[in-house]
């Protein structure tokens, strides 16, 4: 049984994969210790912290477990191995994963000798009343779908007028189930919106060459919280080091955030404001939109959203120094209009049928948009690019349109074709697939939607800075969308995974 004080330890020395080295003879241990085994005695007080967590290693064997114990039994057959970091200094027990290994003549040498990457993911399955256990003691190939990339801090050279976006990522899994020309992102059997939340933060860090310890706030949105009661936001401080780290206790604010599919995006605004205060002593704010959004089975009541349902989050980084865009203005608003609800202790949402259009997300996305262009005295040919909240296909073609914009404006928004609905990362994935194309000058106007209901639009001003910053971004949206090792699921297996571990 996974007790909250074993998981306490395992966690934090497994989920950062947080290591030692000795300053005198240079030898590295996977533990955080006091003292070198070399050189005992003389090097206490001589030992540095070592962080593989950003690191590549390799995997120099493995094997295949055909008939795993009742806790990885979800997994049915993975492979375990040995990864080594440094040339060999540190050894690390390794999973791979992110392999669906159905075929009987599966090739291990085909792994042996590859570089990997580490990944954030559940470690085994538990009970309903345990706790979840993580590890990144995951890795996946570095060479495919994660690419490995280098987590460089660079000094923010340049202040900025007003608050804004200064570094996002996206994160999404490789696995797809496609279904009347429509892409939905599956989350692997080991994955669920903690994890999203934790690979999207951690992109974000390394596109904008933030420091981890400089982001004071973190605000994490989903609807799909593993927990009735205890924060995503937790865990996602503590695995990304924000803010300053004493003993296992970070010193940032980490809070979760509800409105449905505007759980994220009601925070721009908050981030922009709690970054700009100036006896706030809060520079950097992070806000990630993550979901493994929830769907009866087809057939089910409720089963209809099956068809639109995807997995994957984005995080952004507000500040006031290196800004890639600008926050120029925001207006929201809301009802209580009860089109999209779960109620507690049940496993999948329900909705209002027809009701989800109007008076729901068209009404309430189009006051926003309205509105904002209204306070702005902007008009839709001002803008670059308009962003909706994509629940399915037909909703923001249509209000996109009803506010003059054309095709070309608001069509490289639409991700949940690629993707499916990701709930509180949908309008965010949106957001960072305009930012992956957007020149300097820019405007966007992004109108996100929450079921209950309500909807936050802004008006960003994208800056030269953004072009700086692409130079070290191997991951965007288009990679995301369209990498080879993509692999298509059949409907059996999406429901395996999507239940998870």
């Not at 009866?296 to 994957?312: H, I, K, Q, W």
């Amino acid at each position: 049984m996974s007790s909250e004080p074993i998981e306490r330890r395992v966690s934090y020395l497994g989920d950062r994969l947080r290591a030692s080295r000795c300053k005198i003879c240079g030898k590295e241990y996977f533990e955080v210790r006091d003292y070198c085994g070399n050189c005992g005695r003389k090097s206490y007080n001589k030992m540095d912290n070592a962080d593989l967590f950003y690191e590549k290693g390799k995997l120099e064997l493995c094997t295949l477990i055909d008939e795993p114990t009742n806790k990885f039994r979800k997994l049915e057959r993975f492979v375990y191995g040995i990864v080594s970091f440094h040339n060999g200094k540190i050894r690390v027990p390794a999973r791979v994963t992110d392999q669906l290994l159905n075929k009987s003549d599966f090739d291990l040498s085909s792994l042996e000798g590859r570089e990997v990457t580490p990944r954030f993911r559940r470690r085994y399955s538990v009970g309903k009343s345990e706790v979840v256990p993580t590890i990144s003691l995951a890795f996946t190939l570095a060479d495919e779908y994660y690419p490995h990339q280098e987590y460089k801090v660079i000094q923010p050279t340049k202040d900025s007028e007003l608050p804004g976006i200064v570094g996002y990522g996206v994160y999404s899994s490789r696995f797809r189930i496609k279904d009347e020309g429509i892409e939905r992102a599956v989350p692997f059997i080991d994955e669920d919106s903690i994890t999203a939340a934790v690979e999207a933060g951690k992109l974000a860090l390394i596109h904008s060459g933030l420091d981890n310890s400089w982001v004071g706030k973190v605000y994490t949105g989903s609807e799909s919280n593993p927990y009735a009661v205890k924060p995503i936001a937790s865990k996602v401080a503590q695995v990304l080091q924000l803010g300053e780290q004493d003993g296992d206790v970070q010193g940032v604010d980490a809070v979760d955030t509800e409105f449905a599919c505007k759980a994220a995006s009601s925070m721009f605004k908050d981030a922009c404001a709690l970054v700009s205060y100036p006896r706030s002593d809060i520079n950097y704010a992070m806000v990630i939109g993550a979901d493994n959004s929830q769907a009866a089975p087809r057939g089910c009541p409720g089963g209809e959203l099956d068809a639109f349902v995807g997995y994957g989050g984005a995080a952004f980084i507000f500040g006031k120094k290196d800004v890639i865009a600008e926050v120029e203005s925001w207006y929201s608003c809301t009802s209580d209009t009860p089109d999209f609800w779960r109620r507690d202790g049940e496993p999948y949402p329900m909705h209002g049928g027809r009701f989800t259009g109007d008076p729901a997300y068209n009404k309430h996305v189009r006051k926003a948009a309205s509105k904002m262009m209204e306070k702005c005295n902007m008009k839709a040919s001002d803008f670059a690019y308009f962003v909706p909240h994509q629940p399915n296909p037909s909703f923001p073609v249509r209000i996109a349109k009803e506010l003059g914009f054309k095709e070309e404006q608001f069509m490289p928004a639409i991700q949940m074709t690629k993707f499916g609905n990701t709930y509180s990362g949908a309008s965010l994935v949106g957001l960072a697939a305009i930012l992956d194309i957007a020149k300097p000058d820019d405007h966007i106007l992004i109108a996100s939607y929450g079921s209950g209901a309500g909807s936050d639009a802004y008006v960003l001003r994208v800056t030269s800075q953004i072009l700086d910053k692409r130079k070290h971004q191997k991951i965007n949206v288009k990679f995301l969308a369209e990498n080879p090792f993509i692999e298509f699921v059949d409907y059996a297996t999406y429901r395996r995974l999507k239940q998870g571990m």
